[in-house]
């Protein structure tokens, strides 16, 4: 059985899980990587999340397993990563990058990841 997909709505700037109100406080800003890195490989319980459809009034994310993403973490995400508001895809890699929202849950942290190209 598959959970309900996990989405932020755009208007109350809140993240679900289905109907299911799982965090309204969303960590601000400035992050930098040794704080991403750290959530990553370090103790804390964390759901990774990814970007995958955006409309006016949400952006639709798909869960990404913890263990796929630190696999990944190296090639795709860490040398890809910004954390500038404006920023440039002429300065990354193969014209892409991504940027992150760390959410805090009841008993988990929420890390999202959103791909620019």
């Not at 309204?24 to 804390?44: D, S």
């Given at each position: 059985?598959?959970?309900?997909?996990?989405?932020?709505?755009?208007?109350?700037?809140?993240?679900?899980?289905?109907?299911?109100?799982?965090?309204?406080?969303?960590?601000?800003?400035?992050?930098?990587?040794?704080?991403?890195?750290?959530?990553?490989?370090?103790?804390?319980?964390?759901?990774?999340?990814?970007?995958?459809?955006?409309?006016?009034?949400?952006?639709?994310?798909?869960?990404?397993?913890?263990?796929?993403?630190?696999?990944?973490?190296?090639?795709?995400?860490?040398?890809?990563?910004t954390f500038?508001?404006?920023?440039?895809?002429?300065?990354?890699?193969?014209?892409?990058?991504?940027?992150?929202?760390?959410?805090?849950?009841?008993?988990?942290?929420?890390?999202?990841?959103?791909?620019?190209?």
């Amino acid at each position: 059985m598959t959970s309900s997909p996990f989405y932020i709505d755009n208007t109350d700037e809140q993240l679900y899980q289905g109907n299911l109100l799982v965090s309204v406080h969303e960590m601000p800003e400035p992050h930098n990587l040794e704080f991403i890195e750290r959530m990553l490989f370090g103790p804390e319980a964390i759901k990774c999340l990814i970007t995958r459809h955006h409309s006016s009034r949400r952006i639709q994310l798909e869960e990404q397993p913890l263990d796929q993403l630190q696999t990944m973490w190296e090639k795709t995400f860490k040398h890809h990563l910004t954390f500038e508001v404006a920023f440039s895809l002429d300065d990354f890699p193969n014209g892409y990058c991504w940027t992150t929202r760390v959410w805090e849950g009841h008993d988990c942290w929420y890390l999202v990841f959103t791909e620019h190209h």
